[in-house]
C-alpha cells in the first residue's frame, strides 16, 4: 500500500525558513528569510490537509490552486508543482514573499483552525518558482502566432504587466509605457529589497521583453506622448498607473525641512541601496536616515517598509507614532514583529498636532489617545486624552498615510475620462472596462490602494475580457 504523502499535520509542526539574525540582517537590504532546503519544502506541503473545500484557495484573490501545488511539491514534483502555480499567478515568486498571507491564504488554512498552526503557503510558493529559475523553467511566453490587434498599457506595475503577460502570450502586440526609468511600478521603487530583492522583478520585467512585450519608459502622458496618441496608436488601453499621491498632514510646521513623504524616502533609497544610482537627494542627506532621529507616521505596511529602511541607513533612533492600537494597525503583524527585532520602537494610540522646529523639523508635538465607540468602519474611533500631550524629537520625519489618486481627467486632458467622487477611475468588474470606448483600467487606479495580488487578478482578467473582444470581432468580420 502506497505511503500517504500528506495529511502529516499531526505528526509535523509548522516551520518557516530560516530568518537571518535582526542584528546583521538591520546592516543590509537583503531578503531576511533564507530558502526553503528541499526536504524541508516537502515537508512542510506534506502538512496540507487535502480538505474537501479548500479555504486557502477561495480566500486566494487569484484563486491559487493551493492544495494542488503543495501535494506535487510533497511529492517532489516540483516542475509541476510550478506550472499549476503559474497557470493562475503571473508572479508567484513575488506574492511568496510579500502577500500577506496571515490575512488571506495562511490565515483561512482548515489545520489553522483546529490548533495545528497553518501550512507555510507562502514559503513553499516561494521556493517552487525560484527552483524554477534555476533549473530552466521559466520560459519566455512567445506566442505560437502573432495577432495583428495591439494594447498600449498605461503603468508597469503589477496590474499592468499581469495584463501585458496574458495579452503577449496570446499573440496581440503589447506596448508599457511608464514614467520611472525601471519596470514594475511599486515592486522596484515602493517595496524594500529586504522584503522583494530586484533582481526578482529584474528578471520578470526581462522576460516578458524576451516574450515580445515593448517598453517604453522615462514616459510621461500628457508630456512626452498625450493620452489621444496613446488611443490612436493600439486598438485597446489599460490605464494600470495605481495611486501615487501621498496623503497629507496639515498641521502646524509642516512645511519645515526634514518632513518627507513615504514615497519620495523609499523610491529614493530603493534607487541608491538596491540599483546603486546616484541620488542627490539620497546623497545630501535629505531624503536619508543615517546618523538621524527618525519618526514615522502611520500604522500601514508603508510605514513598517518605512521604519525598517530607516534601520538599515544608519538612523540614530526610529520610532513609528500610530494613533489606535496595535491590534487596529492596518499593516502586517509579522512585518511589526521584524521591525521591532530589528531595534523599531511604537509608540500606540499616538497622532501629531504639528512640529517643531524653524526652516528644520526638531520634533513632532504628540497628543496620547485612546478608543472610543466604533466609527462607520466598525473600528473603535481614536479620542485625544486632553493633558496628555509631549514632544518627540525628530531631525527627520517621514509621512506614512497612504495614497490617492492623481488626477487623470486633469493631468491627461481627458475630461470625458470617468472617475469616481474619490479620483479613481471608474470600471466594470471583472473586465475594466470603461465608459470610453477601448479604454480599461485596472488595480489600485480602480480599486484604491489595495494589494498587489488584487492589482495581478485585475490584469489578468481584464486581458481576458479584451481578447474576448478581439476574437468576437474577428468572428465578424470573417463573415
Given at each position: 500500500m502506497a505511503k500517504q504523502p500528506m495529511l502529516k499535520f499531526v505528526q509535523v509542526e509548522r516551520d518557516m525558513p530560516d530568518k537571518r539574525a535582526a542584528t546583521v540582517r538591520a546592516e543590509d537590504f537583503?531578503?531576511?528569510?533564507?530558502?526553503?532546503?528541499?526536504?524541508k519544502a516537502e515537508e512542510q506541503a506534506s502538512r496540507c490537509s487535502q480538505c474537501g473545500v479548500p479555504y486557502c484557495q477561495s480566500h486566494c484573490p487569484l484563486h491559487n490552486n493551493i492544495p494542488d501545488w503543495l501535494r506535487l511539491t510533497a511529492t517532489g514534483r516540483l516542475e509541476e508543482a510550478y506550472a499549476t502555480s503559474q497557470a493562475t499567478n503571473t508572479f508567484p515568486e513575488i506574492c511568496g514573499?510579500?502577500?500577506?498571507?496571515?490575512?488571506?491564504?495562511?490565515?483561512?488554512?482548515?489545520?489553522?483552525?483546529?490548533?495545528?498552526?497553518?501550512?507555510?503557503?507562502?514559503?513553499?510558493?516561494?521556493?517552487?518558482?525560484?527552483?524554477?529559475?534555476?533549473?530552466?523553467?521559466?520560459?519566455?511566453?512567445?506566442?505560437?502566432?502573432?495577432?495583428?490587434?495591439?494594447?498600449?498599457i498605461i503603468g508597469a506595475g503589477p496590474g499592468g504587466l499581469a495584463a501585458a503577460d496574458m495579452l503577449r502570450k496570446a499573440g496581440v502586440q503589447v506596448t508599457v509605457y511608464d514614467r520611472y526609468d525601471r519596470a514594475g511600478g511599486l515592486l522596484t521603487y515602493g517595496i524594500p529589497g529586504f522584503k522583494l530583492e530586484k533582481d526578482v522583478v529584474m528578471r520578470r520585467n526581462q522576460l516578458l521583453a524576451d516574450g515580445g512585450?515593448?517598453?517604453?519608459?522615462?514616459?510621461?502622458?500628457?508630456?512626452?506622448?498625450?493620452?489621444?496618441?496613446i488611443r490612436?496608436?493600439?486598438?485597446?488601453?489599460?490605464?494600470?498607473?495605481?495611486?501615487?499621491?501621498?496623503?497629507?498632514?496639515?498641521?502646524?510646521?509642516?512645511?519645515?525641512?526634514?518632513?518627507?513623504?513615504?514615497?519620495?524616502?523609499?523610491?529614493?533609497?530603493?534607487k541608491a541601496s538596491n540599483f546603486g544610482d546616484e541620488v542627490a537627494e539620497f546623497t545630501s542627506g535629505e531624503l536619508n536616515a543615517s546618523g538621524k532621529k527618525v519618526v514615522v507616521i502611520g500604522g500601514g505596511d508603508t510605514a513598517m517598509d518605512c521604519v525598517r529602511t530607516s534601520i538599515r541607513q544608519g538612523a540614530?533612533?526610529?520610532?513609528?507614532?500610530?494613533?489606535?492600537?496595535?491590534?487596529?494597525?492596518?499593516g502586517s503583524q509579522r512585518e511589526t514583529q521584524n521591525a521591532e527585532e530589528e531595534g523599531v520602537v511604537f509608540e500606540w494610540l499616538s497622532a501629531p498636532k504639528g512640529f517643531t522646529g524653524d526652516e528644520s523639523v526638531s520634533g513632532v508635538?504628540?497628543?496620547?489617545?485612546?478608543?472610543?465607540?466604533?466609527?462607520?468602519?466598525?473600528?473603535?474611533?481614536?479620542?485625544?486624552?486632553?493633558?496628555?500631550?509631549?514632544?518627540?524629537?525628530?531631525?527627520?520625519?517621514i509621512k506614512a498615510l497612504g495614497f490617492s489618486p492623481e488626477a487623470l481627467p486633469t493631468l491627461w486632458n481627458q475630461p470625458d475620462l470617468p472617475v469616481t467622487r474619490w479620483g479613481t477611475i471608474k470600471a466594470e468588474y471583472q473586465t475594466g472596462a470603461t465608459e470610453m470606448d477601448g479604454v480599461y483600467a485596472v488595480g489600485d487606479i480602480v480599486r484604491g490602494a489595495s494589494l498587489v495580488v488584487w492589482a495581478i487578478k485585475d490584469g489578468r482578467d481584464c486581458a481576458e475580457a479584451i481578447l474576448e473582444t478581439f476574437n468576437a470581432a474577428s468572428a465578424v468580420a470573417a463573415e
Amino acid at each position: 500500500m502506497a505511503k500517504q504523502p500528506m495529511l502529516k499535520f499531526v505528526q509535523v509542526e509548522r516551520d518557516m525558513p530560516d530568518k537571518r539574525a535582526a542584528t546583521v540582517r538591520a546592516e543590509d537590504f537583503d531578503e531576511i528569510y533564507q530558502e526553503f532546503a528541499a526536504v524541508k519544502a516537502e515537508e512542510q506541503a506534506s502538512r496540507c490537509s487535502q480538505c474537501g473545500v479548500p479555504y486557502c484557495q477561495s480566500h486566494c484573490p487569484l484563486h491559487n490552486n493551493i492544495p494542488d501545488w503543495l501535494r506535487l511539491t510533497a511529492t517532489g514534483r516540483l516542475e509541476e508543482a510550478y506550472a499549476t502555480s503559474q497557470a493562475t499567478n503571473t508572479f508567484p515568486e513575488i506574492c511568496g514573499r510579500i502577500c500577506p498571507q496571515d490575512r488571506l491564504c495562511e490565515g483561512n488554512c482548515v489545520i489553522e483552525q483546529s490548533g495545528h498552526g497553518t501550512v507555510t503557503i507562502g514559503a513553499v510558493e516561494k521556493y517552487i518558482t525560484d527552483t524554477a529559475w534555476d533549473k530552466g523553467w521559466v520560459k519566455p511566453n512567445a506566442p505560437t502566432a502573432e495577432r495583428s490587434e495591439s494594447v498600449g498599457i498605461i503603468g508597469a506595475g503589477p496590474g499592468g504587466l499581469a495584463a501585458a503577460d496574458m495579452l503577449r502570450k496570446a499573440g496581440v502586440q503589447v506596448t508599457v509605457y511608464d514614467r520611472y526609468d525601471r519596470a514594475g511600478g511599486l515592486l522596484t521603487y515602493g517595496i524594500p529589497g529586504f522584503k522583494l530583492e530586484k533582481d526578482v522583478v529584474m528578471r520578470r520585467n526581462q522576460l516578458l521583453a524576451d516574450g515580445g512585450v515593448t517598453f517604453v519608459m522615462n514616459c510621461n502622458i500628457g508630456e512626452d506622448i498625450s493620452f489621444e496618441e496613446i488611443r490612436a496608436k493600439h486598438d485597446a488601453v489599460i490605464i494600470a498607473t495605481g495611486v501615487y499621491k501621498s496623503r497629507d498632514l496639515e498641521l502646524p510646521g509642516s512645511g519645515a525641512k526634514g518632513i518627507v513623504k513615504a514615497i519620495d524616502f523609499l523610491t529614493v533609497s530603493n534607487k541608491a541601496s538596491n540599483f546603486g544610482d546616484e541620488v542627490a537627494e539620497f546623497t545630501s542627506g535629505e531624503l536619508n536616515a543615517s546618523g538621524k532621529k527618525v519618526v514615522v507616521i502611520g500604522g500601514g505596511d508603508t510605514a513598517m517598509d518605512c521604519v525598517r529602511t530607516s534601520i538599515r541607513q544608519g538612523a540614530t533612533s526610529v520610532k513609528c507614532l500610530y494613533r489606535r492600537d496595535r491590534a487596529n494597525m492596518p499593516g502586517s503583524q509579522r512585518e511589526t514583529q521584524n521591525a521591532e527585532e530589528e531595534g523599531v520602537v511604537f509608540e500606540w494610540l499616538s497622532a501629531p498636532k504639528g512640529f517643531t522646529g524653524d526652516e528644520s523639523v526638531s520634533g513632532v508635538m504628540v497628543q496620547k489617545m485612546r478608543l472610543g465607540q466604533p466609527d462607520a468602519s466598525g473600528r473603535q474611533a481614536p479620542e485625544v486624552i486632553e493633558g496628555a500631550d509631549y514632544v518627540e524629537e525628530a531631525d527627520l520625519v517621514i509621512k506614512a498615510l497612504g495614497f490617492s489618486p492623481e488626477a487623470l481627467p486633469t493631468l491627461w486632458n481627458q475630461p470625458d475620462l470617468p472617475v469616481t467622487r474619490w479620483g479613481t477611475i471608474k470600471a466594470e468588474y471583472q473586465t475594466g472596462a470603461t465608459e470610453m470606448d477601448g479604454v480599461y483600467a485596472v488595480g489600485d487606479i480602480v480599486r484604491g490602494a489595495s494589494l498587489v495580488v488584487w492589482a495581478i487578478k485585475d490584469g489578468r482578467d481584464c486581458a481576458e475580457a479584451i481578447l474576448e473582444t478581439f476574437n468576437a470581432a474577428s468572428a465578424v468580420a470573417a463573415e
